[in-house]
T-cell receptor, first 113, second 115 residues
Framework: DVKVTQSSRYLVKRTGEKVFLECVQD?????MFWYRQDPGLGLRLIYF???????EKGDIPEGYSVSREKKERFSLILESASTNQTSMYLC????????????FGPGTRLTVT | QKEVEQDPGPLSVPEGAIVSLNCTYSNSAFQYFMWYRQYSRKGPELLMYTYSSGNKEDGRFTAQVDKSSKYISLFIRDSQPSDSATYLC???????????????FGSGTRLQVQP
């Protein structure tokens, strides 16, 4: 069974803090993705990575950065958290070719106060 | 205008009803069309995918794609309370080394099947 795990289910941070969200997958997938999910807006892509140390911006990269030092791990970094980054963050992975079949983690509910 | 439009619902139906969920899209480059199901407090999971136009059936679920109308549907026959979830359509031009590797999602339709 494919497993994608995320470091926290719930996180509360203060405005201006640096926030790290970690994602680990155990299926040797090349692609990894970070989305945020907001009511009425669906899932929006923040960043994705198709290989170690490789990354591409998604639709809403502003205020975020990512790191992929190992194939199985993809980190999302909020350099200076703001209240409009309060959201559900979902990590996903897929093989290089089967992009349509993405496996998602359970999500991290981040609240920035 | 969003690239993918999906009615957010909620949609409430009695057990045993036929459910129709729909999405429209504007990008004619989309080739793969997916339906993901998301239970409360869980991540989405792939339910079905279709390449290009046509129908695909899997048990009680049927996915339809009409590329000429830029319209996709998911039908659920004999709906069950366990089908209660949010259903997200998703699309992508192609996979592999070329083109965008990520998916474009609709906003999701919340479905409630009443026992």
């Amino acid at each position: 069974d494919v497993k994608v795990t995320q470091s926290s289910r719930y996180l509360v941070k203060r405005t201006g803090e640096k926030v790290f969200l970690e994602c680990v997958q155990d299926m040797d997938h090349e692609n990894m993705f970070w989305y945020r999910q907001d009511p009425g807006l669906g899932l929006r892509l923040i960043y994705f990575s198709y290989d170690v140390k490789m990354k591409e911006k998604g639709d809403i990269p502003e205020g975020y950065s990512v790191s992929r030092e190992k194939k199985e791990r993809f980190s999302l970094i909020l350099e200076s958290a703001s209240t409009n980054q309060t959201s559900m963050y979902l990590c996903a992975s897929s093989t290089r070719d089967l992009v349509y079949e993405q496996y998602f983690g359970p999500g991290t509910r981040l609240t920035v106060t | 205008q969003k690239e993918v439009e999906q009615d957010p619902g909620p949609l409430s139906v009695p057990e045993g009803a036929i459910v129709s969920l729909n999405c429209t899209y504007s990008n004619s480059a989309f080739q793969y069309f997916m339906w993901y199901r998301q239970y409360s407090r869980k991540g989405p999971e792939l339910l079905m995918y279709t390449y290009s136009s046509g129908n695909k059936e899997d048990g009680r679920f049927t996915a339809q794609v009409d590329k000429s109308s830029k319209y996709i549907s998911l039908f659920i026959r004999d709906s069950q309370p366990s089908d209660s979830a949010t259903y997200l359509c998703a699309m992508t031009p192609r996979g592999g080394d070329t083109g965008r590797r990520a998916l474009t999602f609709g906003s999701g339709t919340r479905l409630q099947v009443q026992p």
